[in-house]
C-alpha cells in the first residue's frame, strides 16, 4: 500500500532581505527550516564573525589565538574574519561602553565606516550593550554607514525610536532585540514598522542561550515566530539573528581551559558554540553571529548537509 | 486568521439601494474603503430584494467592479441569481467566494462547477430542499454532501465555507446548541477541513440588544471552530470582540496591539 506522506500547507512566508551593497540574501522560506519537501528554501543560514572595536576583555586565550595579531586592530580583524569565510562582519562598538572606553558617537562612526570601507562583504554593526547609549551613538553611525545597507542593533523597547529613525533614513537594516518574550518581540517589531521602518528592512533576535544555559526557551521562541509567520503574521515573518558566539562563549564548558576531566577545551569549546548553532539553526534562525573560525566551519559544514533538497 | 465578511453594500441599506438606483458610485467605494479599515477581509456584494432579476447580473458586475476599484479586498458575491453570480465572477479581480450553494443536488450541480470555473471559493449552506434542519447531526450530514460534491468537482475543503445557518435567538431558540454542535462536527469532516462561516446577525433578529447577542454568539461560535461571518465590519466592539477570541484560542500570537494588528491585511 503506498504510503501519503503528511505536508503541512503553509500560506505565507518569511520576509527575504538583502544586506549591504553586495545583496546577501537572507529569509525567503516557505516552510519550516531545511524541509525542503513541503516549501522553498531559498537562502542558506549565514555566518558572521564579531570584531571588537576595542581589545575585548573576557576573551579566553583559546579564543584570542586566531586574532592574535589583529586583536586591537578592528580594520585588520574584520579584513581577517572575511579571509577565515564569514560571511558578514559584526562589529561590535563596546569602545563606547561607559565601564569601557566611554567612547563618543563620532569615534565609533570612524570606526565603523573604516571597517565598512575595507571589507566587501556586508557589516552588521552592534552596540556596547547598555540602551541609552546605543540610542546616541548607532544613528550617528547610520549616518557614517549611508548607503552601506548594513544591519543596525541592538534595538530594543527603550531606544528603538532615535536607532529606527536614522536607520530608516540612512537605509540600513535593525536588529530588534527582545527578552526571550514572543509578544514582546511581536510588540517591538511592530512599533519599529509603526515608524514607518518597513518589515522587511527588520531581523529579530529573541535573545538566545546557549546550549546548557536555557537553549530551550529561544528555540521555542523561534519555533513559534516560525509558525506564525507561516501562518500569515507578517510581524513575526522577518529574519532571526542568533548571538551565538556571545552566550556560548559564557559556558564555562567553552571558556575554562583547566579541567581536564571535560577534554581539550578546544575540542569542547568549538563544539559549544557549533551544537548552540546548528540547534538554533533547526529552530528557525538565519543570521548567526559567532566568534571562532572554526565554529563557522563546522556549522558550515552542517548547512551544506542541510541545505541539500529533500524533496520528493 | 479569522475571516470578517462586510455585510455593509448590500441593496437592502437604503443608501445602497439609492447608489444602485442612481448609479452612483460613490456609496459603494466610501462602505468599500471604511470596511477594509475596519478589518474586513471580504466584501459581501448583494444587489438587494428590490433589483429586478433581469438587471441582477449587470448590477452585481457593476457592484464588484465599483467596490474594487475602492480597495484591494475580494468579493462575496451573495445573490441566488445564478446569472448575477456568473457576471460578479467574470469581472472579479483575485479569488471571490460565491454565496451560496445549499445542498440541493441541483445546486449543487450548477455551482460547483463554476467555482471551479473561476477559481472562486464557495459557500454551502447545511440545508436542502427540506428546509434547515433542527439536529447538528443532519446540518452536519448535509455539510457531508456538500464536502462530497465540492471534492468531486476539484474544489478543495479550504474553499468550502460551510454555514450551518444561525436562526433567531427570539424565535429559534432550541437551533443555538445544534448550530454550534454543527460548526464542531463539520470541522472534523475532512482534512484539511472544511472552512465555516455563518450570516452573524441573524442571531440577533428582531431582538433588543443585538450588539450584545451578536457579539456573544460570535465569541461561542469561533471557540466551534467559526472561520468567518458575514457581519458588520463597522461595528467596533464584535471586531474587538473576534480580536480578542483569536488571541485567547492562540490563533495568533498575542501582542500589546493585537485589536490594531488584527484590522491589518
Redesign the interface.
Known amino acids: 500500500m503506498a504510503v501519503t506522506i503528511a505536508k503541512e500547507?503553509w500560506t505565507s512566508k518569511v520576509a527575504e532581505e538583502a544586506y549591504g551593497s553586495q545583496g546577501i540574501k537572507v529569509g525567503g522560506e516557505t516552510t519550516l527550516p531545511f524541509l525542503q519537501f513541503e516549501g522553498e528554501i531559498p537562502n542558506r543560514p549565514v555566518t558572521a564573525l564579531e570584531v571588537f572595536d576595542t581589545e575585548p576583555k573576557d576573551y579566553p586565550d583559546f579564543l584570542r589565538e586566531p586574532f592574535a595579531d589583529v586583536i586591537s586592530d578592528p580594520v585588520a580583524w574584520a579584513r581577517k574574519v572575511v579571509e577565515l569565510g564569514a560571511d558578514m562582519v559584526a562589529l561590535r562598538l563596546m569602545s563606547a561602553h561607559p565601564d569601557w572606553n566611554n567612547a563618543s558617537a563620532q569615534d565609533v562612526a570612524k570606526t565603523a565606516k573604516a571597517v565598512a570601507e575595507a571589507i566587501n562583504v556586508p557589516l552588521i554593526v552592534i552596540g556596547c550593550g547598555v540602551e541609552d547609549k546605543d540610542g546616541e551613538i548607532l544613528p550617528v553611525v547610520a549616518e557614517a554607514l549611508e548607503g552601506q545597507k548594513a544591519l543596525i542593533g541592538c534595538v530594543t523597547a527603550n531606544n528603538y525610536k532615535s536607532i529606527t529613525a536614522a536607520a530608516n533614513g540612512y537605509g540600513h537594516y535593525v536588529i530588534a532585540s527582545s527578552p526571550l518574550d514572543?509578544?514582546?518581540c511581536?510588540?517591538l517589531n511592530?512599533?519599529i514598522n509603526e515608524m514607518g521602518l518597513p518589515l522587511d528592512r527588520i531581523a529579530f533576535d529573541p535573545l538566545v542561550g546557549a546550549l546548557g544555559y536555557g537553549i530551550e526557551y529561544a528555540y521555542s521562541i523561534m519555533e513559534?515566530?516560525r509558525m506564525?509567520a507561516l501562518?500569515?503574521?507578517k510581524?513575526?515573518a522577518t529574519p532571526i539573528v542568533a548571538f551565538i558566539g556571545q552566550e556560548a562563549w559564557k559556558a564555562k564548558e567553552a571558556k575554562d581551559a583547566d579541567a581536564p576531566e571535560w577534554g581539550p577545551q578546544g575540542d569542547r569549546a568549538i563544539l559549544w558554540e557549533v551544537t548552540t548553532a546548528t540547534t538554533f539553526a533547526i529552530a528557525g534562525a538565519n543570521i548567526f553571529i559567532m566568534r571562532h573560525p572554526e565554529s563557522i566551519k563546522k556549522f558550515n559544514a552542517f548547512v551544506d548537509e542541510a541545505m541539500k533538497s529533500n524533496a520528493y | 486568521m479569522f475571516e470578517i465578511i462586510g455585510e455593509r453594500i448590500n441593496g437592502l441599506f437604503y443608501d445602497i439601494r439609492d447608489a444602485i438606483a442612481n448609479k452612483d458610485p460613490k456609496p459603494i467605494r466610501d462602505w468599500a474603503v471604511k470596511q477594509a479599515e475596519a478589518g474586513a477581509f471580504w466584501l459581501d456584494i448583494n444587489t438587494g430584494p428590490v433589483a429586478k432579476k433581469s438587471e441582477q447580473a449587470e448590477i452585481m458586475a457593476w457592484l464588484v467592479k465599483t467596490a474594487q476599484e475602492a480597495v484591494d479586498l475580494p468579493c462575496c458575491i451573495d445573490t441566488t441569481n445564478w446569472d448575477a453570480i456568473e457576471e460578479g465572477l467574470k469581472v472579479h479581480k483575485g479569488k471571490a467566494l460565491i454565496n451560496s450553494t445549499t445542498a440541493e443536488q441541483a445546486k449543487m450541480d450548477a455551482l460547483f462547477p463554476m467555482a471551479a470555473n473561476y477559481n472562486a471559493a464557495i459557500v454551502g449552506l447545511a440545508m436542502n430542499e427540506k428546509g434547515v434542519p433542527k439536529s447538528a447531526e443532519d446540518r452536519t450530514a448535509l455539510a457531508m454532501e456538500l464536502v462530497a460534491n465540492a471534492d468531486a468537482y476539484g474544489i478543495s475543503p479550504v474553499d468550502l465555507y460551510i454555514d450551518p445557518l444561525v436562526l433567531p435567538v427570539n424565535v429559534a431558540q432550541e437551533h443555538g446548541p445544534e448550530c454550534l454542535e454543527a460548526l464542531r462536527q463539520v470541522k472534523l469532516l475532512s482534512n484539511p477541513a472544511p472552512k465555516t462561516t455563518v450570516g452573524l446577525s441573524n442571531i440577533s433578529q428582531k431582538a433588543p440588544n443585538r450588539p450584545l447577542i451578536n457579539k456573544t454568539f460570535l465569541a461561542m461560535a469561533m471557540v466551534c471552530g467559526l472561520d468567518s461571518a458575514v457581519m458588520d465590519a463597522c461595528d467596533e466592539d464584535l471586531v474587538d470582540t473576534a480580536a480578542t477570541a483569536t488571541i485567547i484560542l492562540n490563533q495568533s500570537i498575542y501582542c500589546d496591539s493585537y485589536l490594531k494588528i488584527f484590522r491589518q491585511k
Open positions: 500547507r514572543i509578544n514582546l511581536k510588540q511592530i512599533l513559534r515566530a506564525g501562518t500569515g503574521d510581524t513575526l
